[in-house]
């Protein structure tokens, strides 16, 4: 029989979808030293892995899962993500902010209030293009739904290749400069490892040109100081930022109260427990066959 401990701010529902789907040789326990598998939030284990003296496999309920791939932690494990599922909706937050900005809704509506007329200029979304850094699954539903808008879309990767299409070139990161020179819109989904830290700073983002930053990756990539002073300079023209270093962003923090920059509180993709579920599931009738796992983290690389 294999004991499954619940880690997460939403256990109640996971118990109850854990229970209903009555998977084989499963039971739920509370009890750390009894747990061989682990389903949790890693915010939320990173600090109680120890007490998991017999840990075996942790599906995470995040895609991101830097809280537990920092150096000295344990590794002894397996981790496993989740992917797949968030595609639909960093697309939708980053496509609804672009339009929206693109299209001057704010500026109507602020004008609404004082019942001005008076329209603005902008162009067509065709005729821009938007570089994506990270090409996978989150990366590729992303340039499916730019280009079915027009837009000429570029990747980058470490390798600078790419089997999936959706992209019109790939770039490979030691060529970021190449990249971002094109970019009318950026848009990070990378994860956080060593080399994503910091990636976007003063220096690689003054080859923007008046770019549109968006970042639903992760924090570590963009150097704070860098983006300002890269909106400062024009090579940036507006920020629209989900995930920060530090969450929740404190409220003294200059980014609330710049006007070319957009926060929003970590809200781009929410893990749907029924969508981690369908992941969970699959991933235990793997585990309990002896088949290698959907999704499995390399602890080196960190994705």
């Given amino acids: 029989m294999h004991q ?34 682990v389903l949790a939030d890693p915010p939320l284990i990173t600090d109680r892995l120890a007490q998991f003296p017999q840990l075996r496999w942790l599906q995470s309920t995040y895609a991101g899962i830097d809280a537990l791939t920092r150096p000295g932690l344990r590794s002894d494990y397996t981790l496993t993500n989740v992917r797949g599922i968030f595609g639909q909706l960093i ?63 570029l990747g980058v990767n470490r390798s600078g290749e790419c089997s999936a ?35 976007l700073n003063a220096d690689s983002l003054s080859h923007c040109r008046g770019t549109l930053l968006f970042n639903v990756g992760r924090g570590n990539a963009v150097c704070e100081s860098g983006l300002i002073q890269a909106l400062a300079s024009g090579a940036l023209s507006h920020a629209f930022l989900d995930v920060f270093k530090q969450e929740p962003l404190p409220a003294e923090h200059p980014f609330w109260c710049h006007p070319q920059i957009t926060v929003t509180p970590h ?16 991933n235990y009738l793997r585990y309990v066959e002896g088949k290698p796992m959907q999704h499995q983290i390399d602890f080196a690389l960190g994705y």
């Fill in 4 to 37: 499954l401990c619940i880690v997460s701010r939403r256990a109640d529902l996971y118990r109850q979808l854990i229970e209903e789907a009555d998977l084989p040789a499963l039971s739920l326990t509370d009890n750390p030293n009894d747990a061989t598998l």
């Fill in 165 to 199: 299409s959706g992209f019109d070139q790939i770039i490979a990161i030691k060529d970021l400069s190449e990249a971002l020179q094109q970019a009318d819109v950026l848009v990070s989904v990378l994860p956080a490892t060593a080399m994503t830290d910091n990636l």
């Fill in 267 to 282: 809200i781009a993709a929410e893990s749907f427990p029924q969508q981690v579920m369908e992941i969970f599931k699959t």
């Fill in 91 to 153: 697309s939708e937050y980053v496509m609804g902010l672009l339009i929206g900005h693109q299209r001057h809704f704010g500026r109507y509506q602020a004008q609404q209030q004082q019942a001005q007329w008076q329209p603005h200029s902008y162009s067509a979304l065709s005729d821009k293009t938007m570089v994506i850094l990270g090409t996978g699954s989150i990366g590729q539903h992303l340039a499916g739904t730019a280009k079915a808008l027009g837009m000429t879309v």
